[in-house]
């Protein structure tokens, strides 16, 4: 089952990449049009190809993730989907035509790298099916002040900045989201009956809502390479963190805390190269 979980963690993976670089060239390609019509510009992305194609990938990307969060640990499912920056780097170079340079690739790689390393040495298994409540409401009170802090700092913000941090609060609304449908598949396993009587579904549904909206300004604030790493490797280190506190999902420390810390220490410094990367700057996507 662990396998079958991974697998359709990785297909997942490639359905959000294909969403944000589809949803992004479908925001780069604002044009200019007469007094007044500013707001309708604003929302003239959402009735193009691109932009519609790249929401169906996100609908059988979110189907995908949601049977692999049945089948396997919450700190397993979404960090295998880190390999959603790889996919975006290909898929990017692709769309946009601006290959990334040398930089930038090792960039990406250290991430992912570094998140692989830490997860195979944290090793997180076993877990609850369901979460009580209380653990809900004491996990999801700071969750929300600090999305609320990230928000109203983040539109302060300009370009690659706002990108960034917008990024981050949305990858906690992700998280948060799949948690809530693994709980609420851990909760209607014995079948469909009750599924529409769970209050976890409502609300995995409104915080879902909620984070795909704040996904759309995310895209239009900066450059896809700005938003990216916050949003995947954001939602991925978050999930282990809710896999361990509300699933009681177990991580291997001991001996491994340093190793474990080194690893973490290279997603870091492969986020500060990047954030100083042309890629980040938007300068690729200029021509759209």
């Known amino acids: 089952m662990i396998i079958l979980s991974v697998v359709l963690a990785l297909l997942a993976a490639l359905g959000n990449a294909g969403a944000s670089v589809l949803q992004r060239r479908a925001a780069a390609v604002d044009r200019p049009g007469p007094p007044g019509s500013h707001l309708r510009g604003k929302l003239e992305f959402i009735r193009r190809p691109a932009w519609r194609w790249g929401a169906g990938l996100l609908v059988v990307s979110g189907l995908a993730q949601a049977v692999a969060l049945a089948t396997g640990p919450l700190a397993v499912v979404q960090p295998v989907m880190t390999t959603e920056l790889l996919f975006t780097l290909v898929l990017a170079a692709i769309v946009f035509r601006r290959p990334p340079g040398v930089r930038t690739w090792g960039a990406f790689l250290g991430m992912a790298l570094g998140l692989a390393v830490f997860l195979l040495l944290a090793s997180p298994t076993g877990g609850l099916e369901t979460v009580p409540s209380r653990r809900w409401l004491l996990s999801a009170v700071p969750a929300a002040a600090v999305s609320t802090v990230l928000i109203v700092v983040g539109m302060r913000l300009l370009g690659s900045a706002r990108a960034a941090v917008l990024g981050s609060a949305t990858a906690i609304g992700f998280s948060f989201t799949a948690a809530l449908i693994k709980d609420t598949l851990g909760l209607v396993s014995g ?91 938007g300068k690729e996507e200029q021509r759209w």
């Open 191 to 281: 079948g469909v009956e009750g599924l529409f009587a769970t209050w976890q579904i409502y609300t995995a549904a409104a915080v879902g809502l909620s984070s795909f909206l704040l996904l759309q300004a995310t895209l239009r604030a900066g450059s896809l390479a700005a938003s990216q790493p916050a949003l995947t490797l954001g939602d991925s280190l978050l999930s282990v963190i809710l896999g361990v506190v509300l699933f009681e999902e177990q991580i291997e420390l001991g001996w491994r805390v340093l190793p474990e810390a080194a690893a973490l220490g290279l997603i870091a410094l492969a986020s500060v190269h990047l954030s100083s990367s042309p890629v980040v700057s």
